[in-house]
DNA sequence: CGCAGATGATTAACATGTTAATGGTCTGCC
DNA sequence: GGCAGACCATTAACATGTTAATCATCTGCG
């Protein structure tokens, strides 16, 4: 490598990028889960719609896509193959029209059943290897970061889950100037 | 919530996935990026290949894909476009002719000096913001988690990258039980 | 030398991420 | 009551993620 590793050069090197390194890491546990969702026919978003729903009675696409980190847009691809699977259900809200109400259909509990306690033995694995204590930290220091960022002023209104979608505040990247495509 | 907090449940609630939190940070601090790079008509993974070939002179195709985390498979999509817009060159490896080597042209410099000033400005803010210390902390338990789940057996090896593309270790995910699809 | 197996890039096929546009529904306000 | 603007879900269009298959090249070994 040409470059030394201090702060010097005119941009911190690649590797100390923090997006980077978040995405890193999050492929790395990934990896340990993949497998074994796949062999259910399980894509990492499905299974966390699946779990979400299996938490609670019913969730509207909203909060749905808020606590799994699932674009609306894509959620309005992915519902109704797992709907047509008999994985769960959907229905318009009586007091809001506009609005969809999902829940796990039976076959989707069934699902979560099967595929919950091998889950939760790698997750187990995972935190032998990293220690209770130093994943403790982890999650401690990703709290902070998402509080620290989540918006400039303070969030996090009753009930509000921070992570936020995609980009709910990233929008609006102009049409702008598109190097001439 | 109907759950309560403590190790008490069957699982984990969802909110206390690591992955889902990693994810959650990631897009909290990309979403302060995005704006910037959409307006120079730059997606996040084109901005990252950009970014690694302007710290080196050329790199293959191997060593792009596992510094900038993208599949093998979709750099060849990628790549192809950069080069007909004029910002990357690709060529043939004299000495391996399966691998292709790629660099940024003159263009893609230029970008990059474009680019490169505001984006290092929004780090800068967002290290405002978390603190220099708390930062430090971020990447020291990230570089951890990396660490300790590369591989079962110690990788690292002399200029080995550790982040690993995409799944280097997941694959093989069986051809298996597809839900009946 | 020559071949079998390994390796690297590409492509295809499908799923999701991302943005913008569309259409139905609701809400506040006149 | 009725309308304008906000809101939610869907869809389209394009870019990328992900896996498997394919093709070319290379490497080790007989």
Redesign the interface.
């Known amino acids: 490598?040409?470059?030394a590793r201090g702060r010097a050069g005119?941009?911190?090197?690649?590797?100390?990028?923090?997006?980077?390194?978040?995405?890193?890491?999050?492929?790395?546990?990934?990896?340990?889960?993949?497998?074994h969702?796949?062999?259910?026919?399980l894509t990492?978003q499905q299974w966390?719609i699946v779990?979400?729903l299996?938490?609670?009675a019913e969730l509207d696409m909203m909060e749905l896509g808020a606590?799994c980190?699932i674009h609306p847009a894509s959620l309005s691809r992915i519902l109704p193959r797992l709907e047509d699977?008999g994985l769960l259900r959907r229905r318009t809200s009586r007091e809001d029209q506009r609005r969809v109400i999902v829940s796990l259909a039976p076959r989707g509990r069934q699902?979560f059943a099967d595929v919950?306690p091998e889950?939760?033995a790698i997750?187990a694995a995972?935190t032998r290897?990293?220690g209770t204590e130093?994943?403790e930290?982890?999650?401690a220091?990703?709290?902070?970061?998402?509080r620290?960022?989540?918006g400039t002023s303070p969030q996090r209104e009753a009930g509000k889950?921070?992570?936020?979608?995609?980009?709910?505040?990233?929008?609006?990247?102009?049409p702008?100037?598109?190097?001439g495509?």
Chains 1, 2 share one sequence.
Request: hydrophobic share 45%; glycine share 2%.
């Open positions: 490598m040409t470059r005119p941009m911190r090197p690649f590797e100390r990028s923090l997006p980077m390194q978040l995405m890193r890491a999050r492929e790395i546990v990934m990896a340990r889960f993949r497998p969702l796949h062999a259910h026919g990492d966390r779990r979400a299996n938490e609670v606590r980190c699977e699902l919950a889950s939760e997750y995972i290897e990293i130093r994943l930290a982890v999650y220091v990703l709290d902070d970061v998402i620290t960022l989540s889950i921070t992570g936020v979608p995609k980009n709910f505040a990233a929008k609006r990247a102009m702008s100037a598109k190097r495509r």
